[in-house]
Nanobody, 129 residues
Framework: QVKVVESGGDLVQAGESLRLSCRFSGLGHYTYAMGWFRQAPGKEREGLAG????????YYSDSVNDRVTISRDHAENSIYLQINSLKPEDTAMYYCAALSHTGENILEIGDTVFALDAWGRGTLVLVSS
């Protein structure tokens, strides 16, 4: 059974940085990447970044490309999202997700389309101005 647990969300001032963590286990056979998306109240889900667990290839949304870095730690079964220069519009629930090539639930990150296999309960990021 897939388990995805996010942590690291916090209330921060605009301009500060945060590092979100995601610990996962029990990935399905077709999962080949992990990623992050966010959703703010009243807004659609927004893919932010992804990383191929095998090759390390990274994928980024154009909207945050210059402010975020995704990384992985195989030994810890974890991925991370470093977000710099936070803005009030970054306020949202941030989710970590297991990704595969095909499926009904789609997540776009930049020009790449992934299928969502599973995701966690999210971690809340609040940015004050």
């Amino acid at each position: 059974q897939v388990k995805v647990v996010e942590s690291g969300g916090d209330l921060v001032q605009a301009g500060e940085s945060l590092r979100l963590s995601c610990r996962f286990s029990g990935l399905g056979h077709y999962t080949y990447a992990m990623g992050w998306f966010r959703q703010a109240p009243g807004k659609e889900r927004e893919g932010l970044a992804g990383i191929d667990l095998g090759t390390g290839t990274t994928y980024y949304s154009d909207s945050v490309n210059d402010r975020v870095t995704i990384s992985r730690d195989h030994a810890e079964n974890s991925i991370y999202l470093q977000i710099n220069s936070l803005k009030p519009e970054d306020t949202a629930m941030y989710y970590c997700a297991a990704l595969s090539h095909t499926g009904e639930n789609i997540l776009e990150i930049g020009d790449t389309v992934f299928a969502l296999d599973a995701w966690g309960r999210g971690t809340l990021v609040l940015v004050s101005s």
